[in-house]
């Protein structure tokens, strides 16, 4: 009579294997959609999160003839915008301490630091010379133009 309590017991070592299995399973997919994406340590390949693993309480009938199962739409989502790189061209330049040095020598930046009164100590701007934007090398022409209220 030994053999029926032996099946059982095997039933329950299988059944606490899977238990433990799913978790491990579940666990090492909730690591991995947070680090995404991961290097697969087999084939080498980086790895993105997928949605094709359901649990069974997501499983319905099927809708279809010859369909066992069927399994709910993942929620659509908006994409993200890549967000373009930005040309250093198009960007404010920094100013470093000594070109600050350089213009407190010349009298541009007051001694405080102020840049403020040796804007109000310069000449007006109808007095100054003016470079021509047409003959500047860092000039925006080579950029082609858009219409952004073009689109469809």
Same mark, same amino acid.
């Given at each position: 009579?030994?053999f029926?309590?032996?099946?059982?017991?095997?039933?329950?070592?299988?059944?606490d294997a899977?238990e433990?299995?799913h978790?491990?399973n579940?666990r $090492?997919c909730?690591?991995?959609?947070v *680090? @995404?994406?991961? $290097?697969d340590? =087999? %084939?080498?390949?980086? =790895?993105s999160n997928?949605?094709i +693993?359901?649990?069974? *309480?997501?499983?319905?009938p099927?809708l279809a003839?010859?369909?066992l199962y069927?399994?709910?739409?993942? *929620? +659509?989502?908006k994409?993200? *915008?890549?967000?373009?790189?930005? /040309?250093?061209?198009l960007?404010?330049?920094?100013?470093k301490? /000594?070109?600050? =040095?350089?213009? &407190?020598?010349e009298?541009?930046?007051g001694?405080d630091g102020s840049? $403020?009164?040796? $804007?109000l100590r %310069?000449?007006p701007?109808?007095?100054r010379?003016?470079p /021509?934007?047409r003959m500047? /090398?860092d000039? @925006?022409?080579e950029?082609?133009? %858009?219409?952004?209220?073009?689109? &469809?």
């Amino acid at each position: 009579v030994p053999f029926p309590c032996h099946c059982r017991l095997g039933e329950q070592y299988y059944r606490d294997a899977m238990e433990q299995c799913h978790s491990y399973n579940a666990r $090492l997919c909730a690591e991995r959609s947070v *680090r @995404l994406p991961f $290097l697969d340590s =087999q %084939t080498g390949v980086a =790895q993105s999160n997928c949605y094709i +693993w359901m649990e069974k *309480r997501h499983r319905g009938p099927g809708l279809a003839a010859g369909q066992l199962y069927s399994y709910p739409a993942r *929620r +659509w989502r908006k994409k993200r *915008r890549a967000h373009p790189p930005e /040309d250093p061209r198009l960007s404010f330049p920094s100013i470093k301490p /000594d070109a600050e =040095q350089a213009l &407190k020598k010349e009298g541009l930046l007051g001694q405080d630091g102020s840049s $403020l009164e040796a $804007l109000l100590r %310069t000449d007006p701007l109808e007095k100054r010379a003016l470079p /021509d934007p047409r003959m500047d /090398d860092d000039s @925006l022409g080579e950029f082609p133009v %858009t219409n952004s209220r073009a689109r &469809k």
